[in-house]
């Protein structure tokens, strides 16, 4: 049973004063572990910094982890509240990009868009894309080329070729191996502790480590805290103390975070490899967009900067980007894009 209305959501639209005949975009990513609305101008300059009305912020909206109707409400939330901030009506968008988790196959994606289509009015273009598509344009500032690294909470690799083609890496989920992941690591390093208490593994600080950050007393207490809640985010969020242990010199911990940048790299090599974005030489230059908390650096242990000479290794013409601006600013930006000549035009008709 369906657990909101779309009334319920949108009654704000009829106790507000909107800038009327103001056109804008909006851009959602949705991931694993939050959900992001912006609203931007549809007749922008294309400035530095760019624009943006509003921001809304909601929870996780991968339809596999809270499925597809909590998904839903929280995608329309967050859509509708960025509205509200920023005194527009659905009749003032004139196109959303929907950048979400979850989305692999067209199936999703037309589900999705007639989803789309029952709450915006028809005039609205609508564009649905995994959210590793809007994290590539974050750091490309729309342009699909090129290819994405995200490692957060769960890791994949997508990219794209100039004539659009489109190959990706990873992204099945915790459950079939992304074990780059912060959830991945994490995983791993309370497995290590685990088999340090029972013997089967070799002792490491990471257990005295993650005891005092999760407030648990003994490893026993581990299976209870585990199985409580099994959310990817909440056992990702243990990152930073396997990335702390190892910079004070655990053997466990730096052989987790060592095996994690060889996947994450391969994830990049094997997208680099099936679209040929080095070329016939292996050396021409492309975009390599880094994207996730994994990939932050560190004081001496930078994951990020270890997956780049990994893959510059083999492919030295990757460039890395550190985009300025946030996924949902990426998939504002694609829709902007895919609009700016029909804008261009109406522009020139009302001149």
Request: hydrophobic share 45%.
């Amino acid at each position: 049973m369906q657990r909101y209305t779309t009334r319920d959501i949108w009654e704000m639209e009829d106790r507000q004063s909107p800038r009327m005949g103001c056109s804008v975009v909006l851009g959602v990513d949705g991931g694993a572990s939050n959900t992001v609305c912006v609203c931007i101008p549809a007749a922008m300059p294309f400035a530095d910094p760019l624009p943006v009305l509003a921001r809304a912020v909601a929870g996780c909206s991968n339809q596999n982890s809270v499925g597809e109707d909590k998904a839903r409400e929280t995608l329309e939330r967050v859509m509708a509240q960025a509205l509200h901030k920023a005194r527009r009506r659905r009749s003032n968008v004139c196109a959303v990009c929907l950048a979400v988790a979850g989305v692999n196959h067209p199936i999703d994606q037309h589900r999705m868009l007639d989803w789309l289509r029952e709450i915006f009015p028809s005039h609205v273009k609508l564009f649905v894309e995994n959210d590793a598509v809007a994290a590539l344009a974050s750091g490309t500032m729309g342009k699909l080329h090129g290819c994405v690294l995200i490692a957060g909470t769960g890791t994949i690799a997508y990219g794209f070729t100039s004539d659009g083609r489109e190959a990706r890496a990873a992204g099945a989920g915790p459950v079939l191996g992304d074990w780059g992941s912060g959830y991945g690591i994490s995983a791993q390093a309370l497995t290590a502790v685990v088999r340090a208490y029972d013997g089967r593994g070799p002792e490491t600080v990471l257990t005295n480590n993650i005891l005092d950050f999760l407030g648990l007393a003994s490893p026993d207490e581990l299976i209870g805290w585990t199985y409580e809640d099994q959310s990817w985010a909440r056992i990702a969020d243990i990152l930073p103390v396997v990335v702390q242990s190892a910079e004070a010199g655990d053997e466990v911990a730096n052989k987790i975070l060592h095996n994690s940048v060889g996947e994450l790299a391969s994830s990049v090599k094997t997208v680099v490899q099936r679209l040929a974005l080095s070329g016939e030489d292996g050396k021409d230059l492309f975009p390599l967009v880094m994207v996730g908390k994994v990939l932050e650096a560190n004081k001496r242990w930078d994951i990020g900067k270890e997956v780049i000479n990994c893959v510059t290794k083999t492919y030295p013409g990757a460039y890395p980007i550190h985009p300025e601006v946030e996924p949902a600013v990426g998939a504002a930006l694609l829709a902007w894009n895919a609009i700016a000549s029909e804008l261009d035009g109406d522009l020139r008709a009302a001149a």
